[in-house]
């Protein structure tokens, strides 16, 4: 095969054959196809698109470039979940223990954060002593034993997928729905799970800006797992404001740890119960949502998802006690000053993104992939859309290390980000669709 004649092919809109797909996939990882020609497919594959079989196939591809997990040790349905990023998304703290405690298996391999975007891996290591990385054989231990384990991502997990989106994100290829579908696939299957819940978001936090291109994403997404054997199912939710009201690694582990306690945000509370209901169906704990929701909402009430939580954390390495004294065990940052309303109104809109940029500032966040981050500052929402506010009334804190000029343009960020109008505005939903 020639890979010039691979790129006329796909330019020109016909299917590429299987043989040919992994002709380019292990081209790529070899470093046999120069990184012009893959620059030159990819813009191909961006302008003519993909079939389900095509994008399908290079899920499998990419996943076969590696390492693949096999999670049969694991007794039970294994479940991943998966989030395409977002502000505030800590749903995975609350998720592992919850679903756990109903009696399906989490061996979760989590990501650190790049940019505005939260990792639960950093969320994690905010908890002193937690620690995130274990062996294989410890991880599958620890969720025969507990339920339950959360792990950052290790060995050689698609590699094809780590080239290929360095080339995307330099020759404007990151937005096609087959390349970011194939993407988010491969390292799902290449994990091992039986099944896969996908929560695809949108808005001004999100990736993805509208409803139909998240839509359009999930739709390709659940379809390569009906083509690869893996039950997939998507929700369409909205990041146009922070989940919660908590941005920042040691303040969103305490948020979570509100919600298992019964307590914490109805929007961060009812994602849970809405994603750890399919799972609990997809995991065969539950015939159908409304059965599995009365089981996490009597697993939150009874304390079992909460003592669940506990034992992850002792599990791996931390002081169980943060559970019941987060405020005491966790880093907190040495100052939390107010960001005041300048008019009168009701909140209609709170972007994502800046309030994102905002906990960056301080320190929340990491610009690079080797930054450090300091685990106590963030933001915390006082005010949320919908809620009516008057000039000087408190809409958010930051959570900061010294009020000097980092902080000033974080709270500059912060009261740009809210938009206030004279009438209530209508209320959304925060989820707009279940694929399946």
């Not at 949108?202 to 993805?208: D, E, H, N, Q, Y």
């Not at 509208?210 to 939710?237: C, F, K, N, Q, S």
């Amino acid at each position: 095969m020639r890979m010039v004649e691979i790129i006329r092919k796909k330019r020109s809109g016909a299917e590429l054959s299987s043989e040919e797909i992994r002709f380019v996939v292990e081209g790529v990882v070899s470093g046999a196809i120069p990184d012009y020609q893959t620059s030159a497919w990819l813009m191909a594959v961006c302008f003519a698109g993909m079939s389900d079989r095509e994008t399908a196939e290079l899920t499998l591809a990419m996943a076969d470039s590696g390492d693949r997990v096999d999670l049969s040790a694991i007794r039970g349905v294994k479940v991943d979940k998966h989030s395409t990023g977002g502000v505030g998304d800590k749903t995975t703290l609350i998720l592992g223990p919850m679903v756990a405690a109903c009696g399906v298996p989490v061996a979760k391999m989590s990501g650190r954060g790049l940019g505005h975007t939260g990792g639960t891996i950093d969320k994690l290591e905010a908890i002193p002593g937690f620690r995130t990385e274990l062996d294989r054989e410890r991880f599958f231990a620890q969720v025969n034993e507990i339920g339950v384990s959360v792990i950052g991502q290790s060995g050689n997990i698609a590699p094809a997928d780590k080239k290929l989106y360095a080339l995307r994100d330099v020759t404007g290829t990151v937005e096609s729905i087959p390349l970011i579908a194939s993407s988010v696939m491969s390292k799902k299957i290449a994990a091992g799970a039986d099944a896969i819940l996908l929560d695809v978001k949108f808005g001004s936090g999100a990736f993805m800006k509208t409803p139909e291109d998240a839509r359009a994403l999930a739709r390709a997404m659940v379809a390569i797992g009906r083509e690869v054997g893996r039950r997939t199912v998507a929700a369409i939710t909205d990041m146009d404001q922070p989940l919660g009201r908590a941005v920042g690694n040691a303040l969103e582990v305490r948020e979570a740890i509100g919600v298992l306690r019964g307590e914490g945000p109805d929007d961060l509370r009812e994602l849970c119960l809405e994603l750890g209901g399919h799972m609990l169906v997809l995991g065969g704990q539950a015939e159908d949502a409304a059965g599995a929701r009365r089981r996490l909402e009597a697993a939150l009430a009874s304390g079992a998802a909460l003592e669940k939580f506990a034992a992850l954390v002792k599990a791996q390495g931390g002081d169980p006690a943060v559970a019941e004294r987060p405020e005491s065990l966790l880093p907190q940052a040495k100052l939390r000053l107010p960001v005041a309303a300048a008019a009168d109104g009701y909140v209609h809109g709170i972007d994502a993104e800046s309030v994102g940029l905002a906990a960056m500032r301080l320190g929340a966040g990491r610009a690079a992939k080797d930054d450090a981050i300091d685990y106590a500052v963030g933001v915390e929402l006082v005010r949320k859309r919908g809620e009516r506010v008057r000039a000087g009334d408190t809409l958010a804190y930051l959570h900061a290390q010294e009020d000097g000029a980092t902080a000033g343009e974080a709270a500059r960020l912060l009261a740009a980000a809210y938009r206030i109008g004279g009438e209530a505005p209508e209320k959304r939903p925060l989820i707009y669709e279940i694929i399946s």
